[in-house]
């Protein structure tokens, strides 16, 4: 089974950017699609991020034009470039495994512990 393991999280303010790793083990080559989700206190778990193993990306509507998903299987890791953070990104962010690249594809990996973001206005 993939272990999945997230960093890059911090503090940051409105406007500033950070860039968020996940890394799969337990695999030599990971090639499914991937997805990078969030949670923020209260709400539910979204997917904000998809990429599929030859590398096309989509992005919900609120991350569209500001966060960029990337893939690099020779080291096991997806990324997320955010740009332009606002306050209302504020969540605890986690990457998974999707069972495929279609709209509603479940994560089926073990959720990791996740990193934090939170951007101050």
């Known amino acids: 089974q993939v272990q999945l393991v997230e960093s890059g999280g911090g503090l940051v303010q409105a406007g500033g950017s950070l860039r968020l790793s996940c890394t799969a083990t337990g695999r030599n080559r990971n090639t499914n699609a991937m997805g990078w989700y969030r949670q923020a206190p209260g709400k539910q778990r979204e997917l904000v991020a998809r990429?599929?193993?030859?590398?096309?990306?989509d992005y919900s509507d609120s991350v569209k034009g500001r966060f960029t998903i990337s893939r690099d299987d020779a080291k096991n890791t997806v990324d997320l470039q955010m740009n332009s953070l606002k306050p209302e990104d504020t969540a605890v962010y986690y990457c998974n495994v999707l069972r495929g690249y279609y709209k509603g594809a479940p994560a089926t990996g073990n959720w990791g512990q996740g990193t934090q973001v939170t951007v101050s206005s």
């Open positions: 990429i599929s193993g030859t590398g096309s990306t």
